[in-house]
């Protein structure tokens, strides 16, 4: 049996691991390995880009400054979390707000000393995305549209460390990140109509409440449209290989997303929606090998 001090220290483990969202930042890095074999450097092998130390650095710096990215964003949200998110809110709160300001502070340092082993490039990089991560969470989320867009920049900012250092930044990669960039844009635009409750009581100024559902739910479809023609643009222009099957189903679904989404009336509506784009970032990172299976097939051959 656990003593009653030990089964404490767990369950604020577990409340810091929900405060930096352990799980969202396990799929990131396993995005930035699967884009680094199969999108920036497809002719290199699967140990040298595993044992690539530079790659790792680089990726472990990220994956520490989104953790504390997210602590700093529940810091500064924890007043309305607690009216958009009881359950989740009640969890968190076991870690002090002291203690979670700490471990920021710490994080963001451990970051900048792990980029340093890359390159003097790399502690700018990173830098400069800690102090964009902490002003878009203390200053830009309270506007509207343009929080959307700093949100959505940020979610994908971690990517370009990995693209400038393989040098690759070919026309197709942009149009993959755009495409990723659009999936997150929409999910952002859905969290505002399903927060609307909190952020009218903390005086957040997101689109629904400044400009109405009617409006929000306008730029959500306008979003979709673009995404869906950004797929199409995919197919047609380039080689995705069996991952065609991934954009074909993820265009399904944002059509069935935009449909739910004038239906909808209620938080758990606007959940489901949320989920839905979930799901398709999801799918999207697991799908990257679609691009070539074949080599993914080779390899299986090798080894039997």
Do not use: C
Request: glycine content about 4%; hydrophobic content about 55%; charged content about 15%.
């Amino acid at each position: 049996m656990l003593s009653r001090k030990r089964k404490l220290f767990l369950y604020k483990l577990f409340s810091l691991f929900s405060v930096v969202r352990g799980y969202n930042i396990l799929i990131i890095v396993i995005a930035q390995y699967l884009a680094a074999k199969y999108i920036l450097a497809p002719k290199k092998g699967f140990m040298e880009i595993a044992l690539d130390g530079h790659l790792f650095a680089l990726i472990l710096a990220s994956a520490v400054a989104i953790a504390a990215g997210y602590i700093i964003n529940n810091f500064y949200d924890a007043e309305k979390d607690l009216i958009n998110r009881p359950k989740k809110s009640m969890l968190d709160r076991l870690v002090s707000q002291r203690t979670k300001i700490t471990t920021y502070f710490t994080l963001n340092f451990i970051s900048v000393a792990i980029a340093s082993f890359v390159s003097v490039n790399a502690v700018i990089f990173f830098s400069a995305y800690i102090f964009g991560i902490w002003f878009y969470s203390h200053k830009m989320k309270k506007i509207p549209f343009l929080g959307n867009l700093t949100s959505a920049m940020l979610a994908i900012t971690p990517f370009f460390a990995v693209f400038i250092y393989y040098r690759n930044l070919s026309s197709v990669i942009f149009v993959h990140a755009a495409f990723l960039f659009l999936l997150i844009l929409i999910r952002e635009f859905i969290k505002d109509l399903e927060n609307i409750k909190g952020d009218l009581a903390q005086d957040y100024k997101t689109i629904p409440i400044i400009y109405g559902e009617k409006v929000s739910k306008g730029f959500i479809a306008l979003a979709a449209t673009i995404a869906i023609s950004v797929t199409v643009f995919l197919i047609s222009q380039y080689d995705t290989g069996y991952m065609r099957f991934y954009f074909y189903g993820s265009t399904v679904l944002l059509i069935l997303s935009v449909i739910i989404l004038y239906r909808a009336t209620s938080k758990s509506q606007y959940l489901l929606l949320h989920n839905i784009l979930k799901f398709i970032i999801v799918a999207g990172v697991f799908s990257i090998p679609l691009l070539n299976i074949e080599a993914i097939l080779r390899k299986i051959t090798d080894v039997l």
